[in-house]
C-alpha cells in the first residue's frame, strides 16, 4: 500500500470517527470507536469499507500505547542551528536523507520549529536572500506519557505532522512524525528501497559472522542473519542496548564483548562515546 494511499484512508476514517464523537461528547475514543463501527453493521447500506474498519480495529487495539513507545530517540533526531547557512542545511538534508530537519536556538533541548526540504527547494526559484527563521514551522510539544491516538487526533485538529517528545524537566526526549503514527495504525508503510535498507542493517558473511547496525532488533537479525539471541533484560530492544547492558557503559570501537550465556561474541566496529553503532557478531566455538 502507497504512503499517500494508506494516509488517504486513514484520515478519512478520522474524520469519519470525529464527527461521529461530534454527536457524542460524552463518548470516550475508544465507545465512539465501537459504536461507529457496529452502527453501520447494523445498517442495511453500510458506509465503511471493509479495510476501513479494519484500521479503526487496529486503532482500538492501540489505545492504550504511549508516544515513548514509538517515538524517534533524542540521539537520533536530525537537527540544525537556527542561525545555519543554507551549504549546512542542504548538506544535511543529503547527508541524512530527511524530508524534515528540527531547528533548534542554542541547544537542541530549545527547539523552534522544523524545517521541510520542500520548501527550500522553492527557495531556489525566488530569488530572495536565505533566511533560515522563514521555513520554520511549527511542532507540537507532548508528554512521552501521551496515548498515541490522543497526538493523531491532535496532529489532525492542528494540521502540524510534527511533535517534540518533553521529559518533565523540559528536556527533548525523542521525536513522533504522522508518518510514524499511521505505521502503528496501518502496518509498516514500506516502499522496495526502504526493505532493501532494513536488510542492509543486518549482513550475513560467508564466514558465519553477522554484521549489525547496533539499532536492529533481536528479530531482525534473527530474520537477516539466522542468529537467534535473547536480551538480558525484556525491557531492551537492539542489540547495542544489550551490550551496552553487559559491559555496563558504552564500549569503545575494536572492544570485544562476550556473552557466556549464548556462546556469543560482540566485536565493536563502530562507536562514539555516547552508542554503539554497529557490531560484528560470531559464535565462539563450544
Known amino acids: 500500500m502507497k504512503i499517500k494511499e494508506s494516509i488517504d484512508r486513514l484520515l478519512n476514517c478520522i ?3 470525529l464527527s461521529w464523537r461530534q454527536k457524542s461528547r460524552e463518548h470516550s475514543l475508544r465507545d465512539a470507536i465501537e459504536e461507529l463501527i457496529e452502527e453501520d453493521n447494523c445498517s442495511e447500506t453500510q458506509s465503511i469499507a471493509w479495510d476501513e474498519k479494519e484500521i479503526l480495529g487496529n486503532v482500538l487495539s492501540l489505545k492504550d500505547i504511549q508516544v515513548q513507545s514509538i517515538m524517534i530517540p533524542r540521539v537520533d533526531i536530525v537537527s540544525i542551528q537556527n542561525t545555519a547557512r543554507i551549504e549546512e542545511l542542504m548538506s544535511l538534508f543529503v547527508e541524512r ?3 524534515s ?4 536556538q542554542g541547544m537542541i533541548d530549545n527547539v523552534v520549529g522544523v524545517i521541510y526540504l520542500k520548501d527550500v527547494a522553492n527557495w531556489f526559484y525566488m530569488n530572495k536572500p536565505f533566511n533560515l527563521s522563514i521555513f520554520v514551522k511549527d511542532v507540537l510539544f507532548v508528554p512521552p506519557t501521551m496515548q498515541i491516538l490522543d497526538l493523531l487526533l491532535k496532529m489532525r485538529e492542528t494540521g502540524i505532522k510534527i511533535a517534540v517528545v518533553i521529559d518533565e524537566y523540559g528536556g527533548v526526549d525523542g521525536l513522533v512524525s504522522l508518518k510514524d503514527l499511521i505505521e502503528e495504525i496501518i502496518g509498516d508503510i514500506q516502499d522496495t528501497e526502504e526493505m ?3 536488510r542492509k542493517k543486518v549482513i550475513k558473511t560467508t564466514e558465519g559472522v553477522v554484521i549489525v547496525d547496533a539499532r536492529s532488533t ?3 537479525i534473527q530474520k537477516y542473519g539466522g542468529i537467534e539471541i535473547i536480551p538480558e533484560d525484556n525491557s531492551i530492544e537492539t542489540i547495542g542496548g544489550m551490550i551496552s547492558h553487559i559491559t555496563g557503559t ?3 570501537k575494536g572492544e570485544l564483548v562476550n556473552c557466556n550465556r549464548q556462546n556469543l561474541e560482540f566485536e565493536i566496529l563502530d562507536a562514539d562515546p555516547r552508542r554503539v553503532k554497529s557490531v560484528k557478531i560470531r559464535q565462539k566455538a563450544l
Open 218 to 220: 533481536f528479530d531482525e
Open 97 to 99: 536523507q530527511r524530508s
Open 250 to 252: 558504552v564500549p569503545v
Open 101 to 104: 530537519i528540527v531547528v533548534y
Open 196 to 198: 532493501k535498507l532494513q
Open 15 to 17: 474524520i469519519r470517527l
